[in-house]
Every structure is written in C-alpha cells, then in structure tokens.
C-alpha cells in the first residue's frame, strides 16, 4: 500500500482518488478551499460525480503540509491556471527525489512553459512525472474501462505509477516523450472548442470528422517540431484524447464550445459551463508556440479569433474552408515534384 496524496479536489482528483483508494492506497485529498474539504468530509460525495460515495477511510485536509508529509507520490490536479501557485506553496514541504504526478492539462500564457516544466522550476528537488489519455472524470469514477499513459524521464517512475494506477477497468502504458503527452493533452482543448463551436452552428457529422483529422495534424506538427515523438500523437494522448474530448458531453470544452457556436460570449459560456474551461486558457499559449516555431495552425488561429476577437464563429468556418488550395500532406508527392503544405 502506497501513502498518496491528491493536491486537488475538482472532478479528476476525486475520481482518482476513488480509483488509487480502490487499488488499495491511503488517500488523503488536499483543496485550497476550507469549504470544500468540510463537504467533501461531511457528505463523502462531489457535486459534478453523482453516484460517487468517498470512503470513510480516505481522509481531507485544507492544511497542505499534511497532505503531503511522508507522502510516496503526490498527484498534482488543480487547473492549469493554478498550477504555478500551488507549486510555490508545495516548495516548502517537498522532499528531494519526492515523486509528482501532474495530471491537469494546459500550457501556461506568456511563458510558454508546460505543466511539467512548471513544476521541474518551482520545484526542482522533486521528480516530476505525468499521467494523461482519454480519461472523463465521470467515467473513471463510474468504474468504466479507460486507459492512460503515464510518462518520465525515468523509465522506473514511469513504471512505478503504472503499477499504483492499474486496475481491471484502468489500465496504463508507459512513455518517455513527457513533452509531447503534455502537448498532445493541452490542445486537444483547444481543438475541442472548435468542434463545440461546429456543434453549436449546427453542423453534421462531416465538420466534426474534419476538425478532429486536421486538428491531429496541426497539434502533431507542433508538438514535434518542439521535440514530441510522432507516435505519441498517434496515440492515447493524441488522438485519443482529441475523439473524446471533441465528441462527449462530458468535455467542458466542447460545451463550451457549442454555446459560443449558438452566440454566447465566451465568458458567458464559461459562466455557465461552471468549471475550468481549460482551452480558453491554452489557445493564446498554443497560438503563441505556432509563432515561435513557424508552423502554420489554422484551425487554433481562428479558435483564437472567436475567442479574443470577436470573430463571428460562421465567419471563421468560412475563412477555414477557403483558404488556399494545397496538399494534404507534405510528406507526400509526385515524383520529381516538392509538396508544399500551409495545413
């Protein structure tokens, strides 16, 4: 039995939780939030996962040392947006070697930085791993069969939270390309909220297949030419994770995404979303890195837009389809011909 600590009380932490105490762990759940640890403590349920009862065994806590005192690995799920301040507030009571596994997904504004690469600066004596892939909080806490990847540096870490989140209804592989799972998970978001937006205007079946297909192609492309491994995106944390979160209800981006489409503002859609639209947060930075390494993603482009610019989303669907003509794919072509691809 491992010690376990969850810093995070959203919808994921918890269903973690759930899952880690089933395969036989001690739990203890840290929130920044009093009030939430007190309802957490006196009902043993969580609004956003009906039919979930915690175990009277998995213990609460608002004081964040004792969360994470003598702890074998903590389990940092707190949005993105958040995850740079709650790291300085675990500095001072993280171990050398301590062993973190990030599980939100985002890229941080203006730095440009992954969550991982977040908590390596603020925290640079612990060992920071992450565990990704198609995984809707809902499920998991429901028991369904989901399967993730959980990467490191080192194949041991890797290997050791393989064995402390396996299950019968979870299973996990292991990878080294830490970078491009953090990519791949970041801006399926992203892409997410444009095949919301393509829900909410109305469009069939045909858009979302489209925006999913080039949406892997635009985030693939970026993701290696910042150092990704091809076959990850062709994996659980690429495509994988862009189907469900472009397809299911349970993914806050895609609803989101539909009420823009229907005309709300996108604050009034993350209004009444009621949690962390993590895409929002991660469009400007994936737009950003598109700049920096001079690869050519439209669909985030337009995401952008309608997001910041008050672009009408009809208006980028348009200006979407009617770009200039090209190739699918550069890396294929005529003989003695060179293919160019602008996506």
């Avoid at 939430?36 to 915690?54: A, V």
């Avoid at 192609?217 to 979160?245: H, N, Q």
Wanted: hydrophobic share 45%; glycine share 10%; net charge negative.
């Amino acid at each position: 039995m491992a010690k376990i600590g969850i810093i995070g009380s959203g919808s994921w932490g918890i269903a973690l939780a759930s899952l880690l105490h089933h395969n036989g762990h001690h739990i203890t759940v840290w929130s920044a939030i009093p009030r939430e640890i007190q309802s957490l403590e006196e009902t043993r349920q969580l609004r956003t996962l009906p039919g979930l009862t915690l175990p009277e065994d998995m213990e609460f806590t608002a004081d964040l040392e004792t969360a994470m005192k003598d702890r074998d690995v903590l389990v940092t799920a707190v949005p993105s947006i958040y995850v740079r301040q709650t790291a300085k507030r675990m500095a001072p009571f993280c171990r050398a070697g301590q062993v973190i596994v990030n599980v939100a997904k985002g890229i941080e504004d203006g730095t440009l930085m992954t969550l991982s690469e977040i908590l390596e600066e603020e925290l640079p004596q612990a060992e920071i791993a992450v565990l990704s892939g198609p995984s809707h909080a809902e499920e998991v806490s429901r028991g369904l069969p989901t399967t993730c990847v959980a990467g490191a540096a080192k194949k041991e870490t890797a290997e050791l939270l393989q064995n402390l989140f396996m299950s019968p209804v979870f299973r996990v592989y292991v990878s080294p390309d830490v970078l491009g799972i953090e990519i791949g998970g970041a801006l399926k978001n992203v892409i997410a909220l444009a095949a919301g937006i393509a829900d909410g205007l109305g469009y069939g079946d045909n858009t979302k297949a489209a925006l999913i297909t080039r949406g892997i192609y635009e985030i693939a492309r970026l993701g290696i030419a910042m150092g990704g491994k091809f076959e990850t995106f062709c994996g659980l944390t690429g495509i994988g994770d862009l189907i469900v979160t472009c397809a299911s209800m349970h993914s806050r981006n895609r609803r989101a995404g539909i009420l823009i489409g229907q005309g709300r503002t996108m604050k009034e859609a993350m209004d009444e979303v009621q949690m962390v639209v993590e895409g929002v947060y991660s469009a400007k930075a994936g737009l950003a890195l598109a700049e920096k390494y001079g690869v050519p993603m439209p669909i985030i482009r337009e995401v952008n837009q309608v997001l910041f610019e008050d672009k009408p989303a009809r208006e980028a669907v348009g200006d979407l389809m009617l770009r200039d003509k090209t190739a699918e794919s550069q890396a294929m072509g005529w003989p003695d011909e060179d293919g160019q691809d602008e996506a």
